[in-house]
Structure formats: C-alpha cells, structure tokens
C-alpha cells in the first residue's frame, strides 16, 4: 500500500479530495428544508417545469418567469427525476457541482503550480465558508463558477499553445461552449466576464492579435452562438409573446440591476470585501500576503502567466460586481478558484521565521476564528434579548413567537472554535508554513462542519422548517387546482415548493379582498403569523386557527351565509 501510494500520490490527492468533500458537501444535504426567497425561487420553478414536463418556459406560481435562463433548472429537474421533488433533488446537482470545482482546481492547476500548491488550492476553495454554502443550496451561482472555470482554463491552454507556435484552436473552441453554458446559466455575464479577461490578459503579453484569427473567432462565435443563445431563440421562435420575454431577462435583471438596487439589495463599495473576509475565512487572512509576494511581471514565467490569467478574472468579476448598484454575496463566487489558487501560492514558502506579514496573517486568522467561537458563546443572550432589541418590530418576527431555546448546541460549538483558534497558535509557532498550513486546513474543516452540519439544523428548525409544516398541512385542506391565501407573509415560494399549490397575496389593510378571496371555491385556507391573525381579529374579522407552528399559522376565514365574516374576536 505504501509503495502504491508514492507511485501515485496525485490519486491519493484526488482520494482525499472526494472523500473529504463528498461528505462536507451532502452530508445531510436532504435535512434543511427549501429556504426562501432565492432558493425556493428556483426549486419551486423547476419543480412545475417537472410537473408540466416543460423544458423552455420556467414558471412561478403558474406564470411564466423568465428572470434566469433555465440550465439550473434543467439539472434541478433531474435531481427531481433520481431522487425526487424534495430538498435533496434541488441541491443535489449544486453539490457535485462544488465537487466538481474542487477536484477540477486541483487537475488544471497541476501543471502551471505543481502538485502540491493546486493541492493546498483545493482545499483552500473546497473548505472556505461561503464556498461550502454555495455548494449546500439551490441557486445559480455554483454552476455558473464551474462553467467559467472550464473555459477560462481551455481558454488559457488555447493561449498558451498558440505562444508556443501550437495549434490552440480546439481549445478555444471549448472555451466557447463552456462560456455558451455559463450563458444559459446566467445570461449575458456567461459570454462577458471571460471575454474581458482574455482581452486584458492578452493585452499583458502583447499578443491580442491572436484573439481575431478566423480560424479562431468565427467558429468560436458560432458554438458559442449554438450553445450559449439556444434555449433563448428556441423560445422566441415558440412562445406565443415571441422574443417579448428579453425585455424581463435583459432589460430588468440585467441592466436594471445593475444601474439601481432591486429588491433592496444594496450596498456600499466596499460589501465585497467585507463578504470575502468573513466568507473566506480563515483564509482570508493570508490572501493579502500571497499577492504581496507573488511575481506578477515575468511573463516567460508559465505559473505566474496561469495565476496571472486566473486572477484577472477574479479582479473583473469582483469590480463588476462591487460598481452594481444590486449587491447579494452570492455574486462573487466565480471570484473564488482564483483567489484560492493565489492563496495557495503563499504556503510553498520554507520558512515564516522573522516574517511580519506572517504574523499578522496568522494572527488574523486566529482572531477570526476566536470572535466566532465568542460569538457562540454571547448568541444566546442576543437572542433572549431580541424582544427588547428589536421592540415593536419584535412582535412582527414568527420565530419570536415563542421563546427560543438553543440547548448546548452554540457553548459545544464555540468551546470548539476557541480550541482550534489556540491550535492554530500552536501550530503557527514551528514557523513552517507547510505546518500552519495542515492546522488551518484541520481547522476550516471543522469550522464549516460544525457550522453546517450542526449549527444550519438547528437554526432550520427555528427559522424555516415551521413554515414548511404549515405548508404541508394548507396542501392537505386545498384542492389540486386550488391556492393558498398568503396574509403578510412576503413572497414564499417554498410554500408552493412544499405544498404543490398556487398561492395569492393579500393584504391586512384590505379586509373586503380578503373576504372576496375566501368566497372562491378553490381556496379554503390561508398562511400568516401570529401577529396579523390577532389584527385581524381586532379588525372584527372572525377567524378559525387550523393549524399553527412557531408564529406561524394556517387559517380559515369564517363566511357567513350571507358572503361576509361574521364580527367578533
């Protein structure tokens, strides 16, 4: 065994690599329900495109939604196939995605930085919070990392060949298709932010020339046009409205989005990086060192003309986003593989010894993980105290309904962050960076662990899975073809995810459509929390409490024979 190892270490890499994050990435996948809004936006419109057996026109609540083209979709859809329409069939094909991006980080990054740096970047972008998270959830952004990763690493082969007097033009016509996925992933960024980044990269070394050979440019733009442009002009040539549907997917979320906030996710400049620093802890702390230590100007250089590609793309990707006025921290997550491989970069060093950054880097990373092992440890004053913080805005809040008790769960959790952060200390003090290196790869393990298969549970059962019980029992009171009153609520796909129904929105300050409402045959009950139910019985409006879970509550309007509700408490 031991001589099988050393003749092939890059398979015991790739081993640990799977293993490790086969089991941080869908350990319990199935257990958290589906949360709102973004991801019960895209389970719930995958899950009636299942239903209908519908591959072009994405729906929600049973009217078309062409905010995002459907490549998610599609992927959700056969999760639903394999394993079923439930949490675990949404999330599924996100999971292996993030696999994927790990073991791929690994395999491109061999070559250009040696097997043991794109190692250490695996693990580095593999167990990184925010990276963990993205690859636990139903949504766009895992997908989309992947797809641009494949082309900007065919694109940079393409590059490379044609500066050695190789032919790269396979290679770029592989780069084409993959952005042409990222396109029906996400739209019009899936063509722009890898075309930026091979236009900048090439202006460094003086070679943009190459960029608009025939040989190159017109095949490409032609699969690029097949793959990337195919369900949007599948659709125009089909839909009744024709090519009206661009105006929603390009006009409103596209340039919308980026000229002014939507939805009221704005932010100042600087969110970016306040999201990196905590999502990609611990780190976070060493990416400044790395940049500040890597030769970025020796172009003869094959590991510095790779990093240097990868980390153009992270900088467009991050500008872009940090300019938006819409901010949500999902967005830079194709940011991440190159910021990991820069990272990794720093650990090839043989000693820390007499090294200021590297104190400061470590110590950052020890403070990081302290303050949330402290942060364990105060949260459950925070949240009996929420009432008293929170005021009147309190007694709109389900979850504070009633009283929340969190048990041990966040003292166990925070003893074992301060553990790790004096482990860290510890291994710091060898000034070997191969050994801190180990203790924080031990350490981001266990803090996305605890965090996500310990601590998401927990805040799933106070926080989401109350909704989903109400759900599930409003599907059992409504018809087929029925639909669900949500009173206050907000928008909750994940009740039409749960429930298999159509939902209405209605409103406390209009009492007469509420009424109106509950005079149609297919709608017998009605969703809303503890606090509007008793307005509403102040109102005068006589209710009947069917079914109620921590604040929230599944009503039914009391009608007399007359088509009003009777008045009373």
Aim: contains cysteine; charged residues 15%; aromatic residues 14%.
């Amino acid at each position: 065994m031991e001589s099988l190892i050393k003749k092939n270490p890059d398979i015991v890499r790739l081993f640990l690599l799977l293993t490790i994050f086969g089991i941080l990435y869908m350990a319990g996948l199935h257990q958290p329900v589906v949360i709102d809004y973004d991801e019960g936006f895209y389970a719930e419109i995958s899950r009636e495109m299942f239903m209908q057996n519908e591959y072009l026109v994405p729906s929600l609540n049973g009217e078309n939604n062409f905010e995002k083209p459907p490549m998610l979709y599609w992927g959700q859809m056969l999760g639903y196939k394999l394993f079923g329409i439930n949490a675990f069939g949404a999330r599924i094909i996100n999971a292996l995605a993030g696999l994927a991006l790990v073991l791929l980080i690994f395999l491109i990054g061999k070559k250009p930085l040696g097997a043991k740096t794109s190692f250490r970047a695996s693990l580095i972008l593999g167990s990184s919070i925010f990276f963990v998270y993205l690859s636990r959830i139903a949504m766009t952004d895992m997908l989309l990392t992947l797809f641009f990763t494949l082309c900007l690493y065919f694109a940079w082969k393409a590059i490379e060949r044609s500066s050695q007097n190789e032919s790269g033009t396979v290679y770029f016509w592989i780069a084409c298709a993959f952005a042409g996925l990222a396109m029906l992933t996400k739209g019009a960024i899936g063509i722009l932010f890898p075309a930026v980044a091979v236009f900048l990269y090439l202006i460094t070394l003086g070679r943009l020339r190459i960029l608009f050979q025939p040989s190159w440019l017109i095949p490409g733009i032609i699969i690029l046009v097949a793959i990337g442009f195919s369900w949007y002009l599948l659709l125009g040539f089909n839909h009744p409205e024709g090519f009206s549907f661009m105006k929603e997917l390009f006009i409103k979320h596209h340039f919308q989005r980026f000229s002014k906030p939507m939805e009221g996710h704005s932010g100042p400049i600087y969110f970016y990086l306040v999201v990196f620093l905590a999502g990609f802890m611990p780190w976070s702390a060493f990416t400044p060192l790395a940049a500040y230590h890597s030769p970025y100007r020796d172009s003869s250089n094959e590991r510095v003309r790779f990093l240097r590609f990868f980390l153009i793309f992270s900088l467009v990707t991050f500008v872009f986003f940090s300019i938006a006025a819409t901010k949500l921290p999902n967005y830079i997550c194709p940011a991440l593989p190159g910021i990991a491989l820069l990272t990794a970069t720093i650990f090839d060093q043989n000693k820390t010894k007499g090294k200021y950054g590297w104190l400061a880097a470590q110590y950052s990373a020890v403070l990081l993980v302290l303050g949330l092992g402290i942060f364990c440890f105060i949260a459950p004053a925070i949240v009996a105290y929420l009432p008293q913080i929170l005021g009147e805005k309190a007694l709109k809040a389900p979850i504070l309904a009633e009283p929340i008790h969190l048990g041990y769960t966040p003292y166990i959790c925070g003893a074992i962050f301060i553990m790790t952060a004096f482990f860290l200390v510890i291994a710091g003090r060898k000034k070997l960076p191969s050994s801190l290196f180990t203790a924080l790869s031990i350490s981001a393990l266990v803090i996305t662990g605890i965090l996500f298969l310990v601590g998401l549970p927990v805040y799933d059962g106070l926080v989401n899975r109350p909704l989903t019980k109400v759900a599930q029992q409003a599907s059992i009171k409504t018809p087929e073809n029925g639909r669900i009153v949500l009173l206050e609520a907000g928008s909750r796909p994940s009740v039409n995810f749960y429930s298999h129904r159509k939902t209405v929105d209605a409103s406390i300050h209009y009492p007469e459509g509420l009424r109106k409402l509950f005079q149609e045959k297919n709608i017998q009950v009605g969703i809303t929390t503890e606090y509007y139910l008793t307005k509403l019985n102040q109102a005068g409006i006589k209710t009947e409490r069917l079914f109620a879970d921590r604040g929230y509550v599944l009503f039914r309007l009391l009608i007399d024979d007359t088509g009003t509700s009777p008045r009373g408490k």
